[in-house]
């Protein structure tokens, strides 16, 4: 595999455990998320034994490519008990790369002591707030709760072997108490684990998550999709997991049961939980229509749709490994307390409908001698069926490939599922990728994929069946240890109905030129200056719009004082909302931030860190943001009259 991509996520991810981290170089693809940052800061404190360690528990680092995780158990198995991390020299692991990997694992005797035994507690305050008022039209419906965002999370080992969560939030707009007397927060999910029942087994009550095989019958947090890490196409899952992030949507709650015996794996659980959904009474009985996929419960509307319908969920995941071959079964039945009904939009007609529904998947993954295969198939109780299939092979020493089909029949119930497509929802969909990663020099990395999709059935843009083609490369060089750049070009190319000349509307091609040159360099230890300059233009019929975006990065660690300083100024102009361009912004511990700038403007920022004492940290990020254009900030709820709006994100953590 590519070393310096491995490198790059190993620091990356290494950062992420600690709260802040840049992903400038990948932003598009938003690679971190709330569980990523959630999973590795639990293996950080809890470091992994790698002689009693599962498949399953190293892919959950997200950091390790599938042929070195193999040959790490395939070290193990042929030779023994590692009794030095060094060994893992001999699974193509650098000694750099098994410096940043040591903060995750341990051997016993040799490295880390394993500090699972000990008490730890965290405790984290955020706090959020626009330093602007809101202008809301005459007669419009007012928010119920004021514009600050409050955060509180509890993290703690109350026993050896187990873990207690506790998270509770409120969004601008919505109200304490909403819910009921005893509720200060809006959004309240907790969770306990036990570890280590009777051997490798684990008990999750409470909030969770289930990600199997390749997401395509049951996925959750980050869907893997295309970035510039080209080759990365395969999924690695979580399996059962405990859920501590804030998203309101797109989680279990009840009781979740894990089982290791030998090779073989199983998972079981049991969910039962309210969900937001819109509806009308009919006949006095409520007819639901979507699920509510935004979490907020601000206005009186919202909260009518609040917790609304009652869903419940039985699911079996079994997993079997037969030496290179590993093979993974996965069922799931979803029932709803009230029945949804069928969309009458002619785009919409195979949206699944009516009151429960059932997927089986079967997942596999064998193993090459310079590669592996990998794929899923599964089948929906109304008989709609969806399959993904791929693999990565490396080429030479510098050079690998991965070539990934799918086909999505129209009709596929995407609900839980999180797999590799191009759109948003998981169905309606074939297409075949291609990537490859070449390293020309240690010092110099080309990545080029392309990807074909086709959408059989209409799209909520187009008339007819369409089509498209995403081109991308991009070229990286480390001039030296302190000085690198990277220039990055991304075509898309597919077809949108529009009105040309005609009261009608036509289905035509479109293209999206993205090209980015991004610069980085480390002035000394304490200081380090970035700079990117990205252009997005976009191509209809005849017309051309244009959007350019110019920032720079500020990066300062001052020598023996306990803060850390991130500066961001930044100057955009947009022609349409079509040219728009995301970037990633550093944020508070636990957050992620990716804005869009989809109007012509100057932002800046400053993020401070400050270590007050061993176990206490404080973070404070300060916004502004100044238009060019005589238009609102914001929706028509939200919007914001004057000529910049401010933002102020406060945070503590205390570690016990």
């Not at 873990?163 to 007397?181: C, I, P, R, W």
């Not at 919202?302 to 290179?324: C, D, T």
């Not at 200056?529 to 350019?548: D, E, P, Y």
């Amino acid at each position: 595999m590519a070393k310096s991509i491995i490198i790059g996520l190993f620091i990356t991810l290494h950062a992420t455990a600690f709260g802040q981290f840049t992903l400038a170089e990948n932003e598009e693809s938003t690679g971190s998320n709330n569980l990523i940052t959630e999973a590795l800061e639990h293996v950080k404190q809890h470091p992994i034994n790698l002689n009693k360690i599962e498949t399953s528990i190293l892919h959950e680092l997200e950091i390790i490519p599938g042929d070195v995780i193999d040959k790490i158990m395939k070290h193990v198995n042929n030779y023994g008990p590692i009794i030095h991390v060094l060994e893992l020299q001999q699974c193509y692991l650098t000694a750099t790369e098994i410096k940043h990997l040591l903060p995750f694992v341990y051997v016993p005797q040799h490295t880390q002591t394993n500090n699972t035994n000990k008490r730890k507690h965290t405790i984290v305050f955020t706090s959020t707030h626009q330093l602007a008022d809101n202008k809301k039209p005459a007669g419009s419906t007012l928010y119920v709760g004021d514009a600050i965002t409050t955060t509180v999370r509890y993290r703690g080992l109350v026993a050896p072997n187990v873990n207690v969560s506790f998270t509770g939030e409120k969004d601008a707009g919505e109200a304490y108490f909403e819910s009921n007397q005893y509720t200060v927060f809006d959004f309240n999910s907790s969770c306990i684990q036990i570890n280590n029942i009777r051997g490798n087994n684990s008990l999750i009550l409470g909030d969770y998550t289930c990600d199997f095989g390749q997401g395509l019958t049951l996925g959750s947090g980050m869907r893997i999709g295309k970035s510039s890490l080209t080759v990365q196409t395969n999924k690695s899952s979580f399996g059962l997991k405990p859920y501590r992030s804030v998203t309101e949507f797109g989680f279990n709650r009840g009781a979740a049961l894990s089982m290791a015996k030998n090779r073989s794996r199983y998972h079981l659980w049991l969910h039962h939980k309210d969900e937001d959904a819109t509806f009308k009474l009919v006949n006095g009985q409520k007819e639901y229509s979507n699920l509510s996929r935004t979490g907020f419960h601000r206005s009186n509307t919202e909260l009518n749709n609040k917790n609304s319908v009652r869903s419940s969920q039985v699911g079996l995941n079994y997993a079997q490994q037969f030496n290179q071959l590993q093979l993974e079964y996965t069922g799931v039945f979803t029932k709803y307390s009230g029945r949804f009904r069928k969309s009458e939009r002619l785009y919409q007609r195979f949206n699944n409908s009516g009151q429960s529904y059932g997927k089986h998947g079967i997942a596999y993954r064998y193993t090459l001698n310079n590669g592996y295969l990998f794929g899923e198939t599964t089948l929906c109780s109304n008989q709609k069926m969806g399959n993904l299939h791929g693999f990565v092979v490396g080429l030479g020493k510098r050079i690998s490939m991965t070539g990934l089909f799918r086909n999505i029949q129209p009709g596929f119930i995407s609900n839980g599922s999180a797999s590799f497509v191009e759109s948003s929802v998981v169905n309606n969909e074939r297409g075949f990728y291609v990537g490859l990663s070449y390293e020309p020099s240690s010092h110099s990395s080309l990545a080029v994929y392309v990807d074909q999709y086709w959408f059989p059935w209409l799209k909520s843009a187009t008339v007819t069946s369409s089509f498209g083609v995403d081109y991308l490369v991009r070229y990286e060089a480390r001039l030296s240890k302190s000085l690198s750049w990277h220039i990055q070009m991304k075509y898309e190319n597919r077809q949108k109905q529009i009105i040309i000349d005609l009261p009608m509307k036509s289905t035509v091609p479109t293209g999206l030129l993205k090209v980015r040159a991004h610069i980085s360099h480390a002035v000394s230890k304490h200081v380090k200056l970035q700079t990117r300059f990205a252009r997005n233009t976009s191509i209809v019929a005849h017309s051309r719009l244009f959007g350019s975006l110019l920032y720079q990065d500020i990066q300062l660690d001052p020598l023996k004082w306990p803060v850390k300083l991130y500066i961001r100024i930044s100057a955009a102009h947009i022609e349409d909302n079509a040219v728009r361009i995301y970037t990633y912004e550093n944020d508070l511990a636990y957050r992620f931030s990716l804005p869009s700038f989809s109007k012509s403007q100057v932002r800046w920022y400053v993020l401070v860190r400050w270590k007050a004492k061993k176990h206490v940290d404080f973070w404070i990020k300060y916004m502004l943001t100044y238009k060019n254009e005589l238009k609102n900030f914001g929706s028509e709820w939200d919007s914001v009259s004057s000529p910049h709006v401010s933002n102020i994100h406060l945070q503590l953590r205390i570690k016990l």
